[in-house]
């Protein structure tokens, strides 16, 4: 039985810039082919700069100019049916939004409107959603969903810049579950904390997972988060997959190069040789080099590698990797 | 190069751009004027514009273009004057509070709040008064130079604040470089259009003030600025008396030449940034 | 906190700018080697003023009091602040006896008047537009207003002046082009005269108006579109929030705190802002009564009114400094 909630399908999205009337296309999502499960943690890898969170931006259906679908395209599974993200009208998705698919972003200074009260954005976001009920009773609501979390309650009168920023972040996961959502998607929510609020905010976001049963997406370029949390990873280069797998399978058997070395470069206890990190740099995503857009900076490079991008070579069910390395690139299908 | 063909692309800085070249010219043409404007008389009075006195003349006996070269070459002088040396003091505090911050960061911004309350214009005019006569183009322009640098310090300063915060300015203290060196070598690289932008702005409110000056009689009176030749089209009741080409002129030319300095301005600090250049946004 | 960071500095900055203020007004005519008392009278004369001899030696000690020119500068410097502190401003002498401060208060209540409820109107209306034109930034009519914006903005103020003038006084006559109010009508609180009074100021209030709402549309407009690229909008749209909570809770909410402290900046500026443009409309507030000091060489009362004008910007000011955290939680409680 197909499990698949949320897919892409050959999805391209580009940023279409006119910059002082020259035109400068930046292909940050290229031929992406997804399938998330329902009940899974998904985890989307790769240097900063790489497209993920413009893909991330693409499974949201909050696709805004400059950025653009050029082709290919994103589904939800809702009750039963696959639905086309693009056929929703702007309120359809809106309402679907938190609902349905909710969105963690990094708990900035900024993520909260800074002159409201941390209820009132609570507030803003119930009577978004459900009509009946008055202030109170949303502020009832709040009250006792921050509860359920473990969260202080004191927390909703204050203003967001008195909150920590692991508090931020926290409130965010909180806010992201309160109409217990079949998706939720987190763009980079452990990326400005330290290690120690670090571990706290993954285990709430297993915690509600766990509860909810539902799906996460995670984008992340921290590894040791992957490594914590997620089932599946997807190593993202240059605005395309280039290894998929299972966690386990990804840290203990990488494929591609390029994932090797994001292996291999994260320290190790009792290990104390010099880490290894990819040479180069990243790719612009305005100008991408021919062929596999990893060869420049790829130790193991072929003449075929700077002539064409290689297709997916299933190494074993649920483990599909795009490199000449590894296989003569037959399509493998997203699993 | 690059920088000033992709300006140029906006319809703002072109039109700016060329209207400035074309002041500059009509200032220059000054140089080769066959009238002398400290003399009256030289003409025949109230002249309408005819192929012998292209925009006509006045009721002093002054031939209105050539006077007109002389007015924009003298208010730009002014302008630039004020603006070159408010600039020096603008820089100075705004890298020296910015840099140093602490307490003479606090002294610097104090003065310059201060100055942003205080009535600038009718602490000139107190000024004026007493040194009307020896109001020429050098002393207005010093005058206006040391009131016009309080807003434009501030926001140097905090640029520095956030160019202090980049990582290159650990990298460079941390390798021994001198403050001067960092902030001459590092910092004005960065300041440098900033500091341009705000020297044309500087330059628009210094000839502002250069004519609302004049209108009032506080100028010497004698040379010929945007400012005096209106003081002496209103004098003489140009308007009443049907005389538009000579209330005409120091108005198109001084309206020109505001909208090509804000609009040279505008366009600069939208290119400065980069936020904003990118949500031009081609539809395709 | 807020006390110790907030309030207590800005009380005395308030307390510092009045008292370096008001006391360069004390060196100004100092630094001039000449008596300047002699010299006004120099110039006085020079303007053909005709001045009764006993007026004129009520001047002379009244502007050497002024000046602050009996004993040691201490002395002098002492004896200028008690006489402001009785609100003395000293006599005026082109309308002598006229104390000045009998004249300012004649003239503030019209600009006061004139130049709150346009700089107020100019800024609600303003506002409002750039408000939406920044959220609509895309628009055609955001654009169209955009670029009418980009012409009146550099102007400076006292054209829009003249060209009302001009329009009113010659092409149609729809308005009255000159004074307050009726030439005639006695100041008072009924209907016929302020009716009068609004007419009258309908078209300095319009020039004032026009360049007023182009500099806050624009600025609006720009707050508002790089409001709406903050992350805390973003993540609104992304979790549902109406557009139209989005739209006043977020953006409008946030865009107009930078405008509070813009409007108090401006409101500094009411009390020598529009001075031409009074001159123009020959109506009867500061402007004019600054004009007409400086063309009879009124130095005590241009000082009169400079003296006053800091005192009355500052407080201004302050005021604004201690209403603002009221609209901006950041402030209070940090």
Request: net charge positive; hydrophobic share 50%; aromatic share 12%.
């Amino acid at each position: 039985m197909d499990n698949t909630i949320l897919r892409t399908e050959a999805l391209h999205a580009y940023y279409v810039l006119d910059v002082y009337g020259k035109q400068k296309i930046l292909k940050a999502v290229n031929e992406v082919d997804l399938a998330i499960q329902e009940d899974e943690i998904y985890g989307i890898a790769g240097e900063s700069g790489c497209g993920k969170t413009t893909l991330l931006k693409a499974l949201a259906a909050a696709v805004e100019p400059p950025l653009r679908v050029m082709s290919g395209r994103v589904t939800y599974r809702i009750a039963g049916e696959e639905v086309d993200v693009a056929t929703l009208t702007p309120e359809e998705k809106r309402k679907l939004r938190l609902e349905y698919i909710a969105y963690v972003p990094q708990g900035s200074m900024s993520v909260f409107n800074p002159v409201a009260r941390i209820k009132d954005t609570y507030r803003d976001f119930i009577e978004s959603h459900i009509s009946a009920g008055s202030k109170t009773e949303a502020f009832d609501l709040a009250r006792e969903h921050l509860t359920e979390l473990g969260l202080p309650i004191k927390i909703l009168d204050a203003y967001p810049h008195q909150l920590s920023g692991g508090m931020r972040q926290r409130v965010t996961i909180a806010l992201a579950t309160l109409l217990k959502p079949r998706i939720i998607i987190g763009d980079e929510p452990t990326t400005a904390l330290d290690v120690v609020v670090q571990r706290g905010v993954v285990q709430l976001l297993k915690d509600v997972q766990r509860k909810l049963q539902n799906t996460i997406v995670l984008v992340t370029h921290d590894m040791g988060v992957h490594a914590n949390i997620a089932d599946r990873i997807g190593i993202m280069y240059a605005g395309k997959i280039v290894e998929e797998a299972p966690t386990d399978k990804i840290f203990g058997a990488p494929a591609h190069p390029y994932t090797q070395y994001l292996i291999n470069s994260l320290p190790k206890f009792g290990d104390k040789t010099p880490r290894e990190s990819v040479p180069g740099s990243p790719p612009s995503l305005a100008n991408l080099p021919s062929g596999c857009p990893f060869h420049p900076r790829c130790p193991h490079a072929k003449d075929i590698c700077k002539q064409e991008m290689p297709g997916f070579t299933q190494v074993e069910p649920k483990h599909r990797v795009a490199c000449w390395l590894v296989g003569e690139g037959e399509h493998g299908k997203a699993a | 190069m690059k920088v000033f063909r992709d300006l140029l692309r906006d319809y703002r800085f072109f039109w700016g751009f060329w209207i400035l070249v074309m002041m500059l010219v009509f200032a220059g043409l000054s140089y080769f004027s066959p009238y002398d404007p400290t003399l009256w008389g030289e003409v025949p009075r109230d002249m309408r514009p005819s192929a012998e006195h292209w925009l006509g003349t006045d009721s002093n006996g002054q031939d209105i273009f050539w006077m007109a070269t002389f007015a924009v070459r003298n208010s730009l002088t002014i302008a630039l004057i004020a603006g070159l040396v408010s600039r020096v003091i603008a820089v100075t505090v705004g890298m020296v509070a910015g840099y140093l911050g602490g307490k003479s960061d606090r002294v610097l911004m104090f003065v310059s709040d201060s100055l942003l309350v205080i009535p600038l214009f009718l602490m000139i005019v107190l000024l004026a008064m007493l040194i009307r006569n020896s109001m020429n183009v050098v002393s207005l322009g010093l005058l206006l130079a040391i009131f016009g640098w309080a807003w434009d310090a501030r926001l140097i300063r905090s640029q520095i604040l956030s160019l202090r915060e980049r990582d290159f300015t650990k990298t460079a203290v941390l390798s021994g470089t001198g403050t001067l060196r960092l902030v001459i070598n590092e910092y004005m690289p960065y300041s440098t259009p900033l500091i341009f932008s705000t020297l044309i702005n500087n330059m628009a409110w210094a000839i502002g003030l250069e004519i609302t000056l004049a209108i009032l009689g506080l100028l010497d009176l004698s040379i010929p600025t945007l400012g005096t030749m209106l003081y002496w089209a209103i004098n003489y009741q140009a308007v009443l008396l049907g005389r538009w080409w000579w209330v005409l002129t120091p108005i198109t030319l001084s309206i020109l030449l505001f909208i090509a300095l804000y609009w040279l301005s505008v366009s600069i600090s939208e290119y400065l940034d980069p936020r904003r250049r990118v949500q031009r946004v081609g539809a395709a | 906190m807020f006390f110790r960071r907030y309030l207590i500095p800005r009380f005395i900055q308030y307390i510092l700018v009045i008292f370096f203020g008001i006391t360069a007004v004390f060196i100004i005519p100092r630094l001039l080697p000449n008596d300047p008392v002699m010299r006004t009278i120099g110039e006085l004369r020079a303007r053909g003023a005709t001045l009764e001899p006993g007026a004129m030696d009520k001047i002379i000690t009244d502007l050497t009091q002024m000046y602050g020119l009996e004993g040691s500068w201490f002395d002098q410097y002492i004896a200028f602040w008690q006489r402001l502190a009785r609100g003395d401003l000293g006599v005026s002498f082109f309308q002598f006896p006229t104390p000045v401060s009998t004249l300012i208060l004649t003239a503030l209540p019209w600009t006061v008047g004139l130049l709150l409820t346009t700089t107020i109107l100019a800024w609600i209306i303003g506002n409002v537009l750039g408000a939406f034109a920044g959220y609509y930034a895309g628009s055609r009519w955001s654009q169209a207003l955009d670029g009418v914006a980009m012409v009146i903005r550099p102007m400076p103020y006292y054209i829009f002046a003249f060209a009302l003038l001009l329009l009113f006084a010659y092409a149609v006559r729809w308005f009255p082009v000159s004074g307050g109010a009726k030439l005639g009508m006695q100041p008072g609180w009924n209907w016929a005269f302020i009716q009068s009074v609004l007419w009258h100021s309908f078209l300095p209030a319009l020039s004032i108006a026009i360049l007023g709402m182009a500099v806050w549309f624009q600025t609006m407009k720009l707050v508002v579109q790089s409001v709406v690229g903050e992350s805390y909008v973003q993540y609104a749209r992304l979790s549902g929030v109406t557009e139209r909570k989005i739209v006043s809770r977020y953006v409008f909410r946030n865009a107009l705190l930078p405008q509070i402290t813009g409007l108090a900046l401006s409101l500094g500026l009411i009390f020598s802002g529009a001075l031409i443009t009074e001159i123009v409309f020959s109506y009867p507030g500061l402007g004019t009564l600054l004009y007409r000091a400086i063309i009879n060489g009124d130095y005590n009362l241009i000082m009169g009114i400079t003296i006053f004008s800091i005192f009355a910007i500052t407080t201004a000011v302050l005021i604004v400094d201690l209403i603002y955290p009221l609209f901006d939680p950041r402030i209070r409680y940090s």
